[in-house]
């Protein structure tokens, strides 16, 4: 491969991928294309350019921008996109639905105009396990890639419309696309909104974890790097127009996440404190995997016991990188308490 153009690479996952890329081939280029959101983070690939000297360039843009991107694109010749680029995180999504769809619907259509009338020979689109619904917490079924999309929150909701908008540009206008569904990821430098950094940032600052009361929900848990590494196998081998579930096969329920972190820290159980679940909250995803398994050889390479105490680990040694981010956090996990006494 020659260029690769990567949109939302100052994210958690975008970041770790450009690492991993410009690592593993050399002769590669990456334009990392990022509108630097509130969760975007320069940080996160700050001696990039030093460690891999002319191979690497940021450009602080908007996948909704079609012109700029369209002159990026025409500029720069990639062989192939890989679009990160999203707004991710449920709660803000039910705050504030607007920017969700504005940013993974139109910024996705505009993004994938763009790369149709640039002659990009090869997008690909990171999409989510929340598109396909969720599953009741006392079933073993999983999703398949061939499963009906039935989103519940404003965010599932956007994603599966930007799924939906990739293949329409494949099917109507021949773009080579393929698209993959992760499970949720965890690893170093992810955003502290999320729940795995959240939980040990806020033990690390003195405070109690904010568990939702429904904290028996489950979720699928995969390392950022084995993310990583079925995405490379999906651009090498993967069949154009098809979509690929990305999944561990391990599930951890919060309740149980949140003692792991007090085990790794050395803590107790009264560092726990409960609060309403949010509008939407789902009960339990698990993606089946056998196509990405069987068809292109994939298999997580860490453990999740492993994975998970290094990443905690990680946040403990790193408070440089998360602290100054803590500002940004600007929904309250605790405000569906007084929208739920509002409505009653």
Same mark, same amino acid.
């Given at each position: %491969? ?206 109690? %974890? ?38 561990? #096969? ?46 292109? #050889? ?47």
């Amino acid at each position: %491969m020659g260029g690769i153009f990567v949109t939302g690479g100052a994210g958690f996952i975008g970041a770790t991928f450009i690492r991993y890329w410009l690592s593993r081939y050399p002769d590669d280029s990456v334009v990392n294309y990022d509108l630097l959101t509130y969760a975007g983070n320069p940080e996160n690939l700050a001696d990039v350019a030093e460690i891999y000297p002319g191979r690497y360039e940021f450009v602080q843009g908007d996948i909704g921008d079609y012109g700029l991107t369209r002159d990026l694109l025409e500029q720069h010749r990639p062989d192939t996109i890989v679009n990160f680029a999203a707004e991710s995180h449920n709660s803000r999504a039910v705050v504030n639905p607007g920017v969700f769809f504005e940013t993974n619907v139109l910024g996705t259509q505009r993004l994938l105009q763009a790369a149709h009338d640039a002659g990009v020979p090869r997008f690909h689109h990171i999409s989510t396990c929340e598109v396909y619904g969720d599953l009741p917490l006392d079933s073993e079924a999983s999703f398949s890639e061939t499963d009906p999309y039935q989103p519940r929150t404003p965010y599932n909701a956007s994603k599966a419309a930007a799924d939906l908008a990739v293949r329409a540009y494949h099917l109507t206008f021949g773009l080579p696309v393929t698209i993959s569904n992760c499970a949720n990821n965890y690893g170093p430098y992810q955003f502290p909104e999320k729940v795995v950094p959240l939980f040990v940032t806020q033990l690390l600052d003195g405070k109690k %974890m904010t568990l939702y009361k429904s904290s028996r929900n489950r979720r699928e848990w995969l390392h950022v790097e084995d993310h990583c590494r079925a995405i490379d196998l999906i651009l090498k081998r993967g069949k154009i127009g098809e979509t690929y579930n990305v999944g561990s #096969g391990v599930e951890v329920d919060v309740e149980t996440i949140a003692d792991t972190i007090l085990d790794v820290l050395g803590l107790d159980g009264s560092h726990k404190v409960y609060v309403p679940d949010r509008p939407g909250h789902d009960r339990r995803y698990l993606l089946d995997s056998k196509k990405l398994r069987t068809q292109l #050889g994939w298999r997580p390479e860490i453990s999740f016991e492993r994975g998970f105490k290094e990443t905690v680990l990680w946040y403990t040694d790193n408070r440089a990188w998360w602290e100054p981010l803590l500002k940004r956090l600007d929904v309250d996990e605790e405000g569906w308490k007084q929208e739920s006494s509002a409505r009653s």
